[in-house]
């Protein structure tokens, strides 16, 4: 399968963030195997009761996989914090060293940089670390930029740890909690322009806002 199961069931976590499931291409795309690696994996998640696929070939986790995918997740960005706020490593570098450290699952240990970190909520990319329940997953009033209208205002609460997209969003300056309003969606060029409340102008690839998540704050007319 060349991706371990916590591979698989962190990206089919990372891949259904605010929406309802994912599908074997997403899957393949994030983790830069083959379609057919995928297939392999996520039927023998099936079998062992941590995912489901639905119509159309949608892939969820189930409540058992979900329940792994929280203590996953939690141990990844509790990693994540330490190594940005005690060993100061650039963003950039974070996610791939927390990822090899998330493999610790030592309790105690676990427990002690919990309370050194002062019980930290968020990673240094805005993910929180103590999900919420697999019943109310969904109701977060959370969406990804990709998906919010032209003259909506939205705060930047997150985004998906991974090189590629820390590179970019450090190469476009916008920040946590920044408020921003969407101006346009370009058909033609996957292009999102977005303006702060200073009207500094950003220009995002659609791709790439697919995994940058927003809070709305309220829908702007925009001039």
């Not at 962190?10 to 195997?33: D, F």
């Not at 696929?53 to 792994?68: D, F, S, V």
């Not at 300056?173 to 977005?194: C, E, K």
Request: proline share 4%; glycine share 4%; hydrophobic share 40%.
């Amino acid at each position: 399968m060349r991706k371990s199961i916590s591979n698989y069931l962190k990206t089919i976590y990372e891949a259904g963030y605010t929406q309802n499931g994912t599908n074997n291409k997403q899957i393949a795309t994030m983790l830069g195997v083959l379609p057919g690696s995928v297939t392999e994996a996520v039927s023998h998640l099936e079998k062992m009761g941590f995912v489901t696929r639905k119509t159309y070939h949608e892939i969820t986790l189930t409540a058992a996989g979900y329940q792994l995918v929280q203590d996953l997740m939690f141990r990844y960005r509790l990693c994540e914090v330490w190594l940005a706020q005690t060993i100061k490593l650039p963003l950039v570098a974070i996610p791939e060293q927390a990822w090899l450290m998330a493999a610790i699952n030592d309790q105690d240990l676990l427990k002690r940089l919990n309370q050194q970190l002062a019980t930290p909520r968020v990673s240094p990319f805005g993910g929180p670390l103590q999900l919420p329940t697999f019943e109310t997953q969904h109701d977060q009033n959370v969406c990804a930029l990709s998906t919010v209208a032209e003259g909506c205002t939205v705060t930047l609460a997150s985004y998906l740890e991974t090189t590629s997209i820390v590179k970019y969003l450090e190469h476009t300056s916008l920040q946590l909690n920044q408020r921003l309003t969407v101006v346009s969606q370009s058909n033609s060029i996957p292009v999102i322009t977005l303006v702060d409340q200073h009207q500094r102008e950003y220009l995002l690839n659609a791709a790439v806002a697919r995994y940058i998540y927003v809070q709305p704050i309220k829908a702007l007319v925009v001039n």
